[in-house]
């Protein structure tokens, strides 16, 4: 137990956050849904409720990811997240499923009221701005590597768009769905306001239905990301930035073999790197030591770095990345 609890604090903030503020926000959308009964409403409160067991998921795939190698497990278990992200998106498609339909069978049969209407606004408003707090402190976490200046203000929701790609999967899947979230609040606004005012009643369902599928895309997206991440995805770009670095070493001659597997949060590195084929042994282990801690002070969440040595052949293998 000691350890799970160790375990725990070691998870996505962002994640355990969004599950908090997810469940409240999903209670109070459920007392205003059985209260007016309007399909907006009831779109908003499944996603809400979506989004809270979705991201209690991650938080603890997240956490527990973080646990160390055993004897049974010599690969760590950096590819949980990825595991446990594949069925919370089953969560979610099945709850954009039911809000498709929702929204359907209210366009067939509109409803025009406007009871309850400054209360189902006033919820889906204090929604959004709850909702956007989430989503502030996952464009936090996205840009946390980046130089003060470049996220000072609203710079940073720009710089958060541009580096999402490189998150890690808990606070991409969050910071994806607060989008959707901040969004479909306020479309629901825009849509039950056309139903009140205009003779467009049937808004309310096809607002529905546009926030089943927003979600249906966020499933789609995170599935592959993940999907990728179950089977150890190569990080490109990443490899030929280590190659580079690796290069600048005097003593290395080329570089025969680079990978760099993500595994959840984690980045395992393995190398193949040619040298003088008359080098002693304790000068290779210098080079190795050097290696590694340069590039574990450069790049987060590097678990291990696995460097072999061969004779140089005096052939070019690497050009700027892996040919």
Not at 25 to 34: C, D, F, G, P, S
Not at 133 to 143: F, G, H, N, Q, W
Request: proline share 3%.
């Amino acid at each position: 137990m000691k350890e799970f609890i160790g375990l725990l604090k070691s998870g996505s903030r962002s994640a355990l956050w969004a599950a908090v503020i997810n469940t409240i926000v999903a209670l109070i959308k459920t007392a205003a849904y059985l209260i007016t009964g309007n399909v907006a409403m009831f779109a908003e409160m499944m996603h809400s409720f979506g989004d809270a067991a979705n991201q209690l998921f991650v938080f603890i795939g997240s956490s527990l990811s973080k646990k160390e190698a055993t004897e049974r497990f010599p690969g760590g278990f950096g590819r949980l997240v990825n595991l446990v992200l594949l069925g919370a998106v089953l969560i979610v498609g099945v709850l954009a499923y039911e809000t498709v339909v929702e929204g359907f069978h209210h366009i067939s049969s509109p409803v025009h009221s406007k009871d309850w209407f400054w209360l189902n606004i006033g919820i889906l408003g204090t929604a959004a701005v709850l909702e956007a707090t989430v989503l502030y402190k996952a464009m936090k976490e996205i840009t946390e590597h980046l130089p003060q200046e470049k996220v000072k203000g609203l710079k940073i929701i720009p710089e958060s768009y541009k580096h999402v790609k490189n998150a890690k999967p808990a606070t991409k899947l969050v910071f994806l769905e607060d989008n959707v979230a901040v969004g479909g609040a306020l479309l629901a606004v825009m849509a039950i306001i056309l139903a009140a005012y205009t003779p467009f009643h049937s808004a309310t369902g096809y607002a529905s239905i546009v926030i089943g599928l927003m979600l249906i895309l966020v499933v789609g997206r995170v599935f592959l990301d993940n999907a990728a991440g179950v089977l150890g995805v190569a990080d490109v770009k990443l490899q030929a930035k280590i190659g580079a670095r690796v290069l600048q070493h005097p003593e290395i001659r080329d570089i025969q073999d680079l990978d760099v597997i993500k595994e959840g949060d984690d980045l395992h590195i393995e190398l193949c790197l040619e040298v003088d084929p008359e080098m002693k042994i304790k000068a290779a282990d210098d080079i190795r030591d050097h290696i590694e801690a340069s590039i574990k002070n450069s790049i987060t969440n590097v678990t291990d770095v696995m460097i072999e040595f061969d004779e140089d052949d005096h052939v070019a293998t690497w050009r700027e990345g892996p040919q």
